[in-house]
């Protein structure tokens, strides 16, 4: 058996799952006519709080058809150089949507100073580009931005006219993470902002999906973008009854692969030649020291033990590992610095 800990993307979907997906009543989604499809989109619209929500074939599409939903030619969206929608989407939004990236780093919480903001905000002015959006991600890198930072960070854009945008690809895992319920902490984040982006296919477990989610004038724009953008599918019901199982069934459960992601954690702790940064959620990430990150990969892999990365290597936990698995890795990691 793999223990494949290269992403939550990789897991399978559950028999119950398949099941729902087996029993969802379709129909062609392009007509608006796929009920399953228009369920899930009512149902995370009124998880999150917002009027609509659009269900996207990808995360990148979701974050690509929001960003085109909110800046037009010659626009500029302000994100952290971590972003996944500045830095792992194929430079999409400047490419497909003409509008210019404003990166700045991202501090090691994750967020944005809101300084940087503040600075990289440009005057209404022929020289510059429109700055009209703020997008943040939640969570990044594993880590949770706190809800007080989200609050002062949209508040800023707010009062300079800019919109706001939260790729939570990983939302419920932030949600989860912050203690007590987490639907209503998801609610609560999704409320800072204009346009949330959401994937079903991280840790939540579908096979395919994510789902933007807005105002309805929001949602109306991107559902133009999607089809231009080739996402217009059909019986998509499918998809989005593996969702709503999803979201039925695999919210709370995300807690166990953050306490998978610590035990992995406490039992890498102490190995010389390896830095560890304690985990918030379901990502660890470890730096190899002496240039041997590559050496430690090849070794996992001998042993069925799958991770990615460079010097830094990174640890996702998921529905598809338990915790035998984590020992198995914790023991292949020790075998290779000769620790047991
Ligand atoms: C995975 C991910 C996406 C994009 O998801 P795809 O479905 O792979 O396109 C966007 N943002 C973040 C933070 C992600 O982790």
Redesign the pocket.
């Known amino acids: 058996m793999i223990v494949d800990l290269r992403?939550d993307?990789v897991t399978r979907p559950t028999p119950a799952m398949r099941e729902a997906m087996q029993r969802a009543p379709l129909g062609d989604d392009v007509f608006g006519d796929d009920p399953s499809v228009n369920a899930l989109q009512e149902q995370i619209a009124d998880m999150l709080g917002k009027e609509a929500a659009l269900f996207m074939p990808?995360?990148?599409?979701?974050?690509l058809a929001g960003i085109m939903s909110h800046c037009g030619r010659g626009d500029e969206y302000i994100v952290g150089q971590g972003?996944?929608?500045y830095r792992?989407?194929a430079g999409g939004a400047a490419v497909l949507g003409s509008v210019q990236p404003q990166p700045l780093p991202n501090q090691p919480d994750g967020s944005l100073a809101l300084a940087d903001i503040e600075a990289a905000i440009k005057p209404d002015d022929e020289h510059f580009a429109r700055s009209r959006l703020l997008a943040l991600?939640n969570?990044?890198g594993g880590k949770v931005l706190p809800l007080g930072y989200l609050a002062e960070a949209t508040s800023l854009a707010r009062e300079r006219s800019l919109g706001t945008h939260l790729?939570g690809?990983?939302l419920f895992n932030a949600a989860v993470a912050m203690g007590g319920d987490p639907r209503a902490n998801a609610r609560a984040i999704a409320g800072h902002f204009d346009s949330v982006?959401v994937?079903f296919?991280?840790g939540l477990g579908a096979p395919v999906g994510?789902a933007l989610v807005g105002s309805k004038a929001l949602v109306q724009r991107a559902h133009r973008w999607r089809k231009m953008l080739g996402g217009g599918l059909r019986q998509a019901g499918v998809l989005a009854a593996a969702a709503q199982h999803a979201l039925a069934h695999h919210i709370d459960r995300l807690a166990e692969d953050h306490a998978l992601a610590l035990h992995l954690a406490q039992g890498l702790q102490g190995i010389k030649g390896l830095e560890l940064q304690m985990p918030q959620t379901n990502i660890l990430f470890v730096q190899v020291q002496g240039g041997r990150g590559q050496a430690l990969l090849a070794h996992l892999k001998e042993l069925g033990v799958l991770a990615t990365g460079l010097s830094g290597l990174r640890f996702v936990t998921h529905l598809d590992v338990d915790r035998a698995g984590i020992d198995r890795a914790i023991a292949a990691v020790r075998g290779f610095f000769g620790e047991h």
């Open positions: 992403s993307t990808s995360g990148t599409q979701s974050n972003a996944h929608c792992y989407e991600e969570t990044l790729d690809a990983r982006s994937c296919s991280k994510s």
